[in-house]
C-alpha cells in the first residue's frame, strides 16, 4: 500500500503535504507533485494536510491510473522537502474538474 497524489493537486500545488512527510517521499513536476510508492511507509499524515483533498490511500478503488503516474513520475522529477509559494492562480484550480487532460505537464518542477 501506498498513498498517491491524483490530480487535484494539478495547478495548486499547496505544497502543505511535503513539510509533514517523514520520509520526505514527494517529488516536484512542473504542476503537480506525486509520491514515490517505494519510499512511502503509509502513515498518513499527509492525507488530512493536503487543502485539495489531492491525497488519498491506494487501497481506494479506481486510483490504478494515479498509481503508475505517481510511480513513473517519481523516478523522473527532482524530491521536493520544503514548503515554496503556491502558484498565485493556484486558488482559481482547487476542485476544477478535467485537470489532467486540460493541465497535465511531464515537464520535472525545480526541487528543492
Ligand atoms: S498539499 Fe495537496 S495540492 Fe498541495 S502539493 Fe501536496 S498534494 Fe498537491
Ligand atoms: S503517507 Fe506518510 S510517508 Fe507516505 S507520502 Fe504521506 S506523509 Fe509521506
Redesign the pocket.
Known amino acids: 500500500m ?2 498517491v497524489v491524483t490530480d487535484a493537486c494539478i495547478r495548486c500545488k499547496y505544497m502543505d ?1 511535503v513539510e ?4 520526505d ?2 517529488y516536484e513536476g512542473e504542476n503537480m507533485l506525486v ?1 514515490n510508492p517505494n519510499e ?8 488530512p494536510e493536503c487543502p485539495a483533498e489531492a ?1 488519498l490511500p491506494d487501497t481506494e478503488s479506481g486510483l490504478e491510473k494515479w498509481l503508475e503516474l505517481n510511480s513513473t513520475y517519481s523516478a523522473e522529477w527532482p524530491n521536493i522537502t520544503r514548503k515554496k509559494d503556491s502558484p498565485a492562480d493556484a486558488d482559481e484550480h482547487k476542485g476544477e474538474e478535467g485537470k489532467f487532460d486540460k493541465y497535465f505537464s511531464a515537464d520535472p518542477g525545480a526541487g528543492d
Open positions: 501506498t498513498y503535504c509533514v512527510c517523514p520520509v517521499c514527494f509520491i512511502c511507509i503509509d502513515c498518513g499524515v499527509c492525507e491525497i
